[in-house]
T-cell receptor, first 114, second 111 residues
């Protein structure tokens, strides 16, 4: 199947700093990328949907100024957690879709804010 | 969003069949999916079923869909220790290709 690479897989940052997470589709052009957040023992919650070249659409309750999403090309989307706080610690997963029934997922990023 | 419910834990013996159940509320779902997540890893699509089907079989996996009751199940035949993981049921939301997930069922396969 198609490959989506997410980087980094783990990151620890200090409270107040910003962290960028990259999501790349390696062998296909992803017209749409999705960012999810997973809390321990909880389901994945959709944070935002981004289409290449346009602004991301955020789900209700997700702060767009805190979670900056850029989808500058058909193979790359980034999520920047700005001014991170301990409550932002979570597992973040991206998925990429090329208008098929299947969305391919990255391996996830474990963010720990200390 | 719409709710997707799953039982949280299932333990089976190696060689037995596993059945993971899921209920959903969005009757407009077009596709329903089963994903597998191993520790520290992303999600791997196991199988999916179109909403106008009631069964799909793929090697050891059998998906049953009861659209009237909005019930989906995943049966794993001859379960192996390597099948131990979290299994997520998901349905496509009104957003198009974004998925609405259940909380996941932790499957533990014991020797």
């Amino acid at each position: 199947g198609a490959v989506v690479s997410q980087h980094p897989s783990r990151v620890i940052c200090k409270s107040g700093t910003s962290v960028k997470i990259e999501c790349r589709s390696l062998d296909f052009q992803a017209t749409t990328m999705f960012w999810y957040r997973q809390f321990p023992k909880q389901s994945l919650m959709l944070m935002a949907t981004s289409n290449e070249g346009s602004k991301a659409t955020y789900e209700q309750g997700v702060e767009k100024d805190k979670f900056l999403i850029n989808h500058a090309s058909l193979t790359l989307s980034t999520l920047t957690v700005t001014s991170a706080h301990p409550e932002d610690s979570s597992f973040y997963i991206c998925s990429a879709s090329a208008r098929t029934i299947e969305a391919f997922f990255g391996q996830g990023t474990r963010l720990t804010v200390v | 969003g719409e709710d997707v419910e799953q039982s949280l834990f299932l333990s089976v013996r190696e060689g037995d069949s596993s059945v993971i159940n899921c209920t959903y509320t969005d009757s407009s779902s077009t596709y329903l999916y089963w994903y597998k997540q191993e520790p520290g890893a992303g999600l791997q699509l196991l199988t999916y079923i179109f909403s106008n089907m009631d069964m799909k079989q793929d090697q050891r996996l059998t998906v049953l869909l009861n659209k009237k009751d909005k019930h989906l199940s995943l049966r794993i035949a001859d379960t192996q220790t390597g099948d131990s993981a979290i299994y997520f049921c998901a349905e496509n939301s009104n957003s198009g290709y974004a998925l609405n997930f259940g909380k996941g069922t932790s499957l533990l396969v014991t020797p």
